[in-house]
């Protein structure tokens, strides 16, 4: 009957209608099951187990990779108390093969993959020490010998270069600035989050959780800088995973974090890192000695 032959071809209609649909989703689950693979370049990144170089090279987590002599880039996936979590990002020089210094702009900040592009050779660029609207430093500022502030009294720390060329960092309460002092480039921030020896320090900070830029020494006089990409530990915890990680720290100070964290490192023809959110006026660049 015609009705019949009607009802027949719509049945046959929404058979073909599921099967496309089943099919759909099985192709989606499949491809789904392929390994986990993101650009790292961006303002922060999720956790991932494998990471994609800009020449779309994988870099997996918790090695140490050789980037240039001297230059060494990790990744490792930490993961807090709280249980908030995040893929770090860790560089680490050897003192001997890189020089440091300290660029400071207040009239004209710059993102930190801007302050790399005007570095030609630049091995690192990464966010320095705290400032104000005006985009000056509210401590002690370095740069090619010319001194920019007030040292902070009493707290806070100095990353800086001697008049020897040598990289120093050091608790302000414990070896005050000598405006006498013969440096080359500086940077001050606070708090002191590891004082020599590894011991962990006591500050005072809220509890929120903001993406975090810190600066250290490991026990083998190595330079270390270490980012959290996101806004997911508390300065306490991030401390607190900082100490409790095999990075075998000897001092270590805590940076201007937040929209102001950034590094990118540039060598063998890549560029690795997380731009800052905001543009920063002073900036701490690894150079070849």
Known sequence: MPWMRGR????????????????????????????????????????????TSTDGTSRPLDRWLMLATGV????????????????????????????LRVLYSPSAPHFISDW??????????????YFNDQGEATGLVVSDG?????????????????????IHLRSLSQYPYSPGEQLQQATQSSPMLVLPGGKRTQFNA???SNRRTVVALDKEGRLLFIISPEAAFSLDEFDDLLLASDLNIDVALNLDGGSSTGMYLNASGQRFGVDSLTPVPIALVLQPR
């Open 8 to 51: 027949d071809k719509g049945r046959k209609g929404l058979f073909w209608l599921l099967l496309y649909w089943q099919l759909l989703i099985a192709w989606l689950l499949t491809a789904c099951q392929g390994p986990l693979s993101i650009s790292i370049t961006g303002p922060g990144t999720p956790s991932p187990t494998v990471l």
């Open 72 to 99: 060494e880039l990790r990744y490792e996936h930490w993961k807090g108390p709280s249980g908030n979590e995040d893929t770090i990002m860790i560089a680490r020089f050897d003192p001997r093969r890189v020089a």
């Open 116 to 129: 790399l592009k005007g570095q030609k050779g630049a091995l690192a660029v990464i966010n320095g020490g």
């Open 146 to 166: 010319q001194v920019y502030g007030t040292s902070y009294s009493g707290f806070g720390g100095m990353l800086y270069v001697d008049s020897q060329g040598a």
């Open 206 to 208: 809220d509890a929120s």
